[in-house]
C-alpha cells in the first residue's frame, strides 16, 4: 500500500483526498518508482478544478523525483536503483510511490538533488520548448526583446535565468513590486507590476515603439489583447497557459492588421511524446542547471498531507519559483 492524493470529482482543494492504494508490478514499457519529492504545478489546479476534465477518481500531480523500484519488459533506459524524475503524462504523482510509463523518466545526474529534480522537471522542460523550440519565423538572436508573463513564478524564473543566458533581453510581467523584483534579481531585462502599470505601453517605451519578437502568455484572458498588441510586426504569441481563465475565441482575421502576426498554443506533452526527444529537452536542461545558468529556486514546501493548502497558497498567487511537496 502507498498513501496517494486523489479526487472523485472536480471542484476546489477541498476535493483533495490522501488515501491508501495499492501498487501494482510494472508491466511492458513501464517502472516502478518510490518518489522522494514531489513538484507542484499551475496545470495540477486546472485538473482539480475541472478546468481540463478528465476521468474520476483522478491521482493529481505531474512531477517528481525518486528512486527506481521495478522495471518492466522493454525497458532498457533505467534499472533498479537509479535516481531519476520525471514530468509525466498521466497525471498521478501526488503519491509515495507509482508504477508510470517508463519512456518520460529520465536518470537523474548525481549533481542534481532529489528536491531540485522534483521541482524542475515539468517547469524546466517548458521553459526549454519555449525558449528553444517555440521561436518566430528567422529565430531570436542576442539582444532581441520578448515579454514574459507571470515572470516570478516556476516556469517564470527559471525562463528569466534562460533567456539571459542565450542574450534575449526579457521583459517580464509580475503582479507585485517584490515579484518584480524577484524576476529582475533572475534576469529580466526589465520587469513590468501589471497590476498597477499598464503593460502595453511600458513594452512600446522599453522597445522604443517596435514591439517585441515574442509574447510567451500563460496567464490568458486578462493579458491577451494586450499582449498582442505588444507583438513587432511578424512576431510571435505563444500562449501556454490560462492562469486568469480562457481567452474569448478569436478571428484569424484580427492578426493581419495587428502586422501578420504568428499565434500558436503550445502544450509540453507534443515535446515529450518520444523517449528521444524528452532525454534530448531534459539534458538541455541538466546542463543548464549543472552549469549554475539556472538556478531552481524551492521558495515554498508543504507535506503531501497538506497539500490543499499548498494548491490555495498556488491559486492565490502567493507563491513565487518553484513549490516542492515533501514525503
Ligand atoms: P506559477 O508559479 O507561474 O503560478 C501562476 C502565476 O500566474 C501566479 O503566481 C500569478 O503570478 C499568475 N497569475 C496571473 N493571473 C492569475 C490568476 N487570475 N490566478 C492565479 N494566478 C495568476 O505556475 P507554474 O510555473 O506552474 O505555471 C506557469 C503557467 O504556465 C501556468 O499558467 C501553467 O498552466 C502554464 N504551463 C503550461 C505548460 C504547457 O506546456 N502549456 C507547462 C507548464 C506550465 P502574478 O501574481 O505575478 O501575476
Redesign the pocket.
Known amino acids: 500500500m502507498t498513501k496517494a492524493v486523489i479526487i472523485e470529482q472536480h471542484g476546489g482543494p477541498e476535493e483533495l483526498k490522501l488515501v491508501d492504494v495499492t501498487v501494482g508490478q510494472p508491466g511492458p514499457g513501464e517502472i516502478r518508482i518510490r518518489h522522494k519529492a514531489i513538484g ?4 495540477d489546479v ?1 485538473q482539480r478544478s475541472g478546468v481540463y476534465q478528465l476521468p474520476m477518481p483522478l491521482h493529481l500531480g505531474m512531477e517528481a523525483s525518486g528512486i527506481i523500484e521495478a522495471v518492466g519488459e522493454d525497458v532498457t533506459h533505467l534499472k533498479v536503483g537509479d535516481r531519476a524524475a520525471y514530468a509525466s503524462q498521466p497525471p498521478g504523482s501526488y503519491c509515495e510511490e507509482r508504477v508510470m510509463p517508463a519512456k518520460c523518466v529520465c536518470k537523474l545526474p548525481d549533481a542534481i538533488s532529489f528536491e531540485t529534480g522534483a521541482a524542475m522537471m ?2 524546466g522542460l ?1 521553459a526549454q ?1 519555449l525558449l528553444k523550440r517555440t521561436l518566430p519565423q528567422g529565430g531570436l538572436k542576442a539582444g532581441d526583446f520578448i515579454l514574459f ?8 524564473l527559471i525562463a528569466c535565468q534562460w533567456a539571459k543566458a542565450l542574450g534575449y533581453q526579457l521583459i517580464g ?4 513590486d517584490a ?1 518584480c523584483a524577484l524576476a529582475k534579481a533572475n534576469g529580466a531585462a526589465h520587469v513590468i507590476n ?2 498597477t502599470e499598464d503593460f502595453l505601453a511600458r513594452v512600446k517605451e522599453i522597445t522604443g515603439g517596435k514591439g517585441v519578437k515574442v509574447v510567451y502568455d ?3 484572458k ?2 491577451w489583447d494586450k499582449s498582442l498588441d505588444c507583438l513587432a510586426p511578424f512576431g510571435l504569441m505563444a500562449s ?6 480562457a481567452p474569448a475565441p478569436i478571428a484569424p482575421g484580427i492578426l493581419g492588421p495587428k502586422g501578420s502576426i504568428y499565434l500558436t498554443r ?4 507534443s ?1 515529450i511524446v518520444t523517449r528521444e526527444s524528452t532525454q534530448e529537452m531534459a539534458d538541455d536542461l541538466f546542463d543548464a542547471v549543472t552549469s549554475g545558468k539556472v538556478k531552481i529556486h524551492i521558495d515554498q514546501t508543504y507535506p503531501l498531507a497538506d497539500i490543499a493548502q499548498a494548491h490555495r497558497d ?4 502567493k ?5 516542492l511537496i515533501t514525503l
Open positions: 507542484l504545478n499551475f496545470i486546472y515539468l517547469k517548458t520548448y508573463h507571470a515572470a516570478a513564478g516556476g516556469v517564470g510581467t509580475a503582479g507585485s515579484k501589471y497590476n500563460s496567464v490568458g486578462d493579458t501556454f497557459g490560462n492562469a486568469s481563465g503550445q502544450t509540453l506533452f515535446h498556488l491559486e492565490a498567487r507563491t513565487t519559483g518553484c513549490t
